[in-house]
């Protein structure tokens, strides 16, 4: 069954011993992997991941795992990731199994209203979904105060703004931030201490895989002669083309809702106004460039290239294959 946007905190901070199984889905796949970790937390459970397509070709295996007796003893979440329908005929084993130990989250990403993995977690009592929506610009300073005071950090408007710019959006990415400073500060809920940008620029940093997010950026940004050099420099580093990935959703993430605004009369200045302000000309340069409905396409585009990294079903080697399809997506004209 649906679980609405204000009960999804109490769901997974709280988790009910009779739900089997969570699919969380939507674009803000970052939101999803947040919540499921704080599910994780609530359950104390040790993270399996579980890959869709194992569980596509053996079925039953989802509910063998989900019934088994850990080895050591102690509860495990079942991670799949990324799921789809592929996976239905597991989740539906799983739901028809006598008794399990352990529950199972799936993240989806976006999924069709017609899906039938969705139709039936819906439909089923021991099921819970949520849509993650992507987070506006204009809502991530909120978003990142709220977080904090659960770190015992009070944090200002454009100190949010920063760590939130910094960090793509991503919600997991800025609670690892924000533990970060909560630690350095010995702050803590009983004890909030406020954040300020001084110790944001000491001990911030970009996202974990910056480095990753070079060529992403060149990409969306059509400089073509650039990236095919910042490619050469990710082969040599041995950067891995899924972290590439995951840099380039958030961008695109980050971008969406953007546009959207854009698309609805605002100014690109006033819409890139809480984005950090050294990235502000690089965003408003994509922005020009990207329309919304391709932004859509280069999202769908980049989920499948994921998918196939994440399955191992690629003929070429990873960095190659993503490589080609950053290089289309540099050439492509998005408006």
């Known amino acids: 069954m649906k679980v609405a946007k204000g009960a999804i905190d109490r769901t997974v901070d709280r988790p ?28 104390q459970a040790e993270k399996q991941v579980l890959a869709s397509g194992q569980l596509r ?41 006598p008794a399990i130990e352990h529950p199972s989250v799936a993240i989806a990403g976006a999924l069709r209203k017609t899906s039938g993995l969705l139709k039936f977690a819906d439909g ?13 610009a204009r809502n991530a300073p909120r978003l990142v105060a709220e977080l904090g005071r659960q770190h015992g950090l009070r944090i ?35 004890h909030p201490k406020e954040l300020r940008i001084e110790l944001v620029d000491l001990l911030g940093a970009e996202s974990p895989d910056s480095n990753a997010s070079r060529a992403g950026d060149l990409a969306l940004a059509g400089e073509l002669a650039k990236l095919a050099d910042e490619l050469g420099v990710a082969d040599e580093a041995g950067t891995e083309p899924i972290l590439m990935v995951r ?11 953007l546009r959207a605004r854009l698309d609805g009369g605002q100014s690109a200045e006033a819409v890139t106004k809480t984005i950090f302000w050294k990235d502000q000309p690089l965003i408003q340069r994509m922005l ?45 004209r998005g408006r």
Not at 61 to 71: G, Q, R
Not at 160 to 187: H, W
Not at 307 to 313: D, K, M, N, P
Request: net charge negative; aromatic share 6%; hydrophobic share 50%.
């Open 247 to 257: 840099s380039l959703q958030r961008r695109l993430l980050q971008l969406a809702p």
């Open 57 to 97: 070709s053996d079925p039953p295996a989802l509910a063998d795992e989900a019934a088994a007796i850990s080895m050591f003893g102690g509860p495990r979440l079942l991670w799949i990731e990324p799921a789809g329908d592929e996976v239905l005929s597991a989740v539906e084993a799983l739901m028809a199994a």
């Open 288 to 332: 020009a460039r990207w329309s919304s409905e391709r932004l859509a396409q280069v999202v769908s585009r980049l989920a499948q290239a994921e998918r196939r990294l994440l399955q191992g079903g690629t003929p070429a080697p990873g960095l190659a294959t993503l490589g080609e399809e950053l290089l289309q997506v540099a050439r492509a």
């Open 156 to 190: 200002a408007v454009e100190v949010g703004a920063r760590i939130a710019a910094s960090a793509l959006n991503d919600q997991a990415v800025i609670v690892q931030e924000l533990k970060k400073y909560a630690l350095y500060l010995e702050a803590d809920v009983e």
């Open 16 to 43: 009910d011993r009779q739900v089997r199984f969570y699919l969380l889905y939507g674009e803000d796949e970052a939101g999803s992997r947040a919540l499921a970790s704080r599910l994780q937390v609530a359950l």
């Open 124 to 136: 089923h009592p021991a099921a819970l979904t949520h849509c993650s929506y992507m987070p506006e």
